[in-house]
């Protein structure tokens, strides 16, 4: 799986959508893209660079293809629900936080 050509050299840079990692050579990015990349998480990438071009400091990542993670500052996190929750294929947002860390217990987990 190759990277675009304009992939940014710098992990600074702010990767545009389009410029993404997508699961094929990058010879089929023009013919299969839509193929091989859920919908949803496409139009994700483009709306999370549309908030970003506005002012809000928000991020993406996403797991196995349809899983996708809208990271921000607790500040923001109803903001980017709602933004989120406007995409029409988005049914659901979770809003979570950081856990308190690891802990040693000695009453068992089952």
């Given amino acids: 799986m190759a990277l675009h050509p304009k992939f940014p050299k710098s992990p600074y840079d702010v990767l545009e959508p389009e410029y993404r990692w997508f699961p094929a050579d990058e010879a089929l990015r023009t ?11 496409a139009e994700l990438r483009k ?13 993406f990542t996403n797991n196995t293809g349809q899983d996708v993670h809208l990271i921000c500052q607790k500040k923001d996190a109803k903001k980017v629900s709602e933004l989120a929750l406007q995409i029409n294929d988005v049914k659901k947002t979770i809003i979570n936080t950081p856990a308190k860390g690891a802990s040693l217990t000695e009453e068992h987990l089952f």
């Avoid at 013919?31 to 998480?41: A, D, F, I």
């Fill in 31 to 41: 013919q299969g893209y839509e193929k091989l990349l859920p919908p949803l998480v």
């Fill in 47 to 59: 709306a999370v660079k549309k908030w970003r071009d506005e002012g809000l400091q928000v991020y």
